[in-house]
């Protein structure tokens, strides 16, 4: 609080950008998806791609639109994503038994080998960010990680903002 009420006295103090947490957080996932970008390409793939199909792994028989608001995009583009992927034979369509205006989204065998580069890629992305780092500081990490998320996620609104 102390800090801002600085900011807002005096607004050409600036944030050295290493103690900026939300700039430090930004970066390193901006330079992950860049990783990620570059990997997903030398597959002949894009990382949303990967992230659909990761995705469907965990929640297999999504529709498109599910799929949609679970990667926060519009359903077009999924849609476009998934063409794609159909065509490769990664993943199918198949009639809702309940509802036959819906289609649900499920992964065909033949994306077992991508999944697998997948979980190469991530490995090699947790290990390049969290070399050198002790255990008890990563476990640290990702529980702040959380706690940040879940602050977030329920809208906490002490800062004087609604999620």
């Not at 570059?38 to 498109?64: C, E, K, N, S, Y």
């Not at 926060?72 to 476009?80: A, L, Q």
């Not at 063409?83 to 036959?100: G, H, M, Q, V």
């Not at 969290?130 to 255990?135: A, D, F, M, V």
């Amino acid at each position: 609080m102390q800090l801002l009420i600085t900011l807002l006295m005096f607004p050409r103090v600036t944030i050295p950008p290493h103690d900026d947490l939300l700039l430090l957080l930004t970066d390193v996932a901006r330079l992950i998806r860049t990783m990620a970008d570059r990997v997903a390409r030398a597959h002949g793939m894009t990382r949303a791609q990967w992230t659909i199909l990761a995705r469907l792994r965990r929640h297999d028989g999504l529709t498109q639109r599910e799929l949609a608001e679970l990667l926060e995009v519009e359903p077009i583009t999924v849609g476009r994503l998934v063409d794609r992927l159909a065509a490769r034979n990664l993943i199918e369509r198949r009639a809702d038994p309940t509802d036959r205006r819906c289609w649900r989204l499920h992964l065909r065998p033949e994306a077992a080998p991508v999944l697998a580069e997948i979980d190469e890629a991530k490995a090699a992305f947790d290990a390049a960010a969290t070399r050198n780092l002790p255990e008890a500081q990563r476990a640290a990490l990702k529980a702040a990680l959380l706690h940040m998320k879940s602050n977030l996620l329920a809208g906490d609104d002490e800062a004087g903002f609604a999620a």
